[in-house]
């Protein structure tokens, strides 16, 4: 697993483009600046966005060839992003209860997996803070264009009303759009899109 995102990461360019995520820069934009949490970040497009207007960005990723990539990115653009090299398994940066923003930008593990993720998701976000995700669905299979290809990894609007049970749901739909992101997410592409708000009562951690 390592091996596959160092290998694709060192391939020359951004894979995933330079340019954040649509969906993901379009629901940040339109909440006030404070500090996001970028988990499985990759090249670092939407850390160096957000940076350059005014977040204060925590990314990590388990690939170091990413968060290198996303360093020198950083620099050249002239902003500080603390990245750090760590697995969605290991312990989140910071504790719970901290982050305005958390965004999960194609971030796809096993189904098995899945839920615990998106409920460490919500609960990186303080009470009031949202998750922002932008994910394939299963029909990303039938257009042949980017993604994960097992089945398993992929999920849907249904999916993520279970995960984030006990957050309330702001935005939740299955779309097909035109992706322009780098080598490997181009052409109309099955998403689902969300945006969930961590409520101010009590969500057990
Ligand atoms: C499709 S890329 C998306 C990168 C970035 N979110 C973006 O939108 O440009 C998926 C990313 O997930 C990372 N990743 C996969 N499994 C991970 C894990 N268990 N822990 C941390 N990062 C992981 C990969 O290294 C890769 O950077």
């Known amino acids: 697993m390592i091996e596959f995102w160092n290998d694709r990461f060192a391939e020359p360019g951004f894979a995933y483009g330079r340019q954040p995520n649509a969906f993901f820069a379009e629901r940040l934009g339109a909440v006030g600046v404070g500090r996001v949490l970028l988990p499985a970040e990759g090249e670092g497009r939407n850390a160096v966005w957000a940076a350059s207007r ?3 960005v925590t990314a990590f990723d388990l690939s170091h060839v990413a968060r290198d990539k ?3 990115f950083a620099d050249g653009a002239g902003v500080d992003i603390d990245y ?18 958390v965004g999960l ?7 098995a997996l899945r839920p615990l993720i998106h ?9 009031g803070g949202r998750v922002i995700l932008q994910g394939f669905t299963p029909r990303q299979l039938e257009t042949g264009r980017g993604g994960p290809k097992d089945p398993d990894m992929l999920y849907t609007a249904d999916d993520l009303r279970e995960d984030f049970a006990g957050g309330e749901i702001l935005h939740l739909e299955e779309r097909l759009v035109e992706l322009t992101e780098g080598r490997y997410h181009q052409g109309q592409s099955a998403v689902v899109e969300a945006e969930i708000l961590r409520p101010d009562s009590s969500l057990r951690e």
């Open 84 to 101: 750090r090299l760590a697995s969605l398994t290991d312990p989140w940066p910071e504790g719970p209860g901290v982050f305005d923003v």
């Open 105 to 111: 930008v194609f971030v796809h593990v096993p189904s």
């Open 119 to 127: 409920r460490a998701a919500l609960l990186a976000c303080r009470p």
């Open 70 to 72: 996303a360093l020198e």
């Open 54 to 56: 005014g977040w204060s």
